[in-house]
């Protein structure tokens, strides 16, 4: 099976349409102030329409006003919603919108107990542990933490770089990969070297599995 990939954290149409054209699977809009790459809903709207057909748009979330996402679910076309904060399960659902729900991975995380709890989800986002940040660190947890059971797709993020991006399909062999830092010229501007470097690497990992 293909292992798909997700960029995330654009600000910029130009970023987006290079990593269409590249041939991303999806791109990631973060909704979420605090981050460097919160992007205004009127330069995602603009981002979104400009994406070509089959590249999916994913918008990020930390624990946000049912009000808030019903309002970028109006002006922004959204196809996947991703809750990174401590949303509920009944939470998630309430939008009619398929959705991704991160995990920030620690030795005692259960991800069988959470596979059971979000049994809808259409993924579990695995991503690294830091105090104070629900995600986009930049680095990587212990993949050894990852049981090889799942019931639901698993999306690994965390540290991702096309230098490791292979050694994360082999090891892993993850339904996807979601990167941000790793593809970066700076915080909220991509590279598209470095993107195109990114998914030229899980292709090629995934062939040889």
Known sequence: ????????????????????????????????????????????????RALPAFVSVVGLFVDAEPD??????????????????????????????SYIKAVRMRPESDLDGLQRQYPD?????????HPGLPGGSGQRFDWELIPTARQLPLILAGGLTPDNAGDAVRAVRPYALDVSSGVEAGKGVKDAAKMADFIRTTNLATLEL
């Open 1 to 48: 099976m293909r292992t798909r990939v997700k960029i995330c954290g654009f600000t910029r149409v130009d970023d987006a349409l290079d990593a269409a054209g590249l041939g991303v699977d999806a791109i990631g809009l973060v909704f979420y102030p605090p981050s460097p790459r919160h992007v205004e809903i009127g330069a995602a709207a603009a981002i979104a």
């Open 68 to 97: 808030w996402i019903r309002s970028v679910l109006g002006q922004v076309r959204i196809d996947c919603l991703q809750f990174h904060g401590d949303e509920t399960p009944e939470a998630c659902r309430i939008y009619d919108k």
């Open 121 to 129: 989800a259409a993924g579990l986002l695995l991503d690294a542990y």
